[in-house]
Nanobody, 117 residues
Framework: HVELVESGGGLVQAGGSLRLSCVAS????????MGWYRQAPGKQRELVAT???????NYQDSVKGRFTISINNAKNTVCLQMNNLKPEDTAVYYC???????????WGQGTQVTVSS
């Protein structure tokens, strides 16, 4: 059994910053990659950023230069530093992880990020 627990969401004014964290616990054995997705009301879930256990990153174009993803393999933790937030960043942010010797996909419960203008 694997569980992903997110923290760090909240309400912030445009131009502000938030830091999201996600800890994976349980029978992990191996991290393939971890990342963040988001879903705004009425829209499909979209990739924000991902990072492999080796440190390779991938970002959605709209967050490049503003968001930074990092991973701590020893602590099974992924963080997303979000700077210069914009109202269009408002969404529920979901932690995602691909874990295990036979890679399996896991999701967190989501954390709300609201950016006011």
């Amino acid at each position: 059994h694997v569980e992903l627990v997110e923290s760090g969401g909240g309400l912030v004014q445009a131009g502000g910053s938030l830091r999201l964290s996600c800890v994976a616990s349980g029978n992990i054995f191996r991290i393939g990659s971890m990342g963040w997705y988001r879903q705004a009301p009425g829209k499909q879930r979209e990739l924000v950023a991902t990072i492999t256990s080796g440190g390779s990153t991938n970002y959605q174009d709209s967050v490049k230069g503003r968001f930074t993803i990092s991973i701590n393999n020893a602590k099974n933790t992924v963080c997303l530093q979000m700077n210069n937030l914009k109202p269009e960043d408002t969404a529920v942010y979901y932690c995602n992880a691909i874990l295990g010797m036979i890679p399996s996909n896991y999701w967190g419960q989501g954390t709300q990020v609201t950016v006011s203008s």
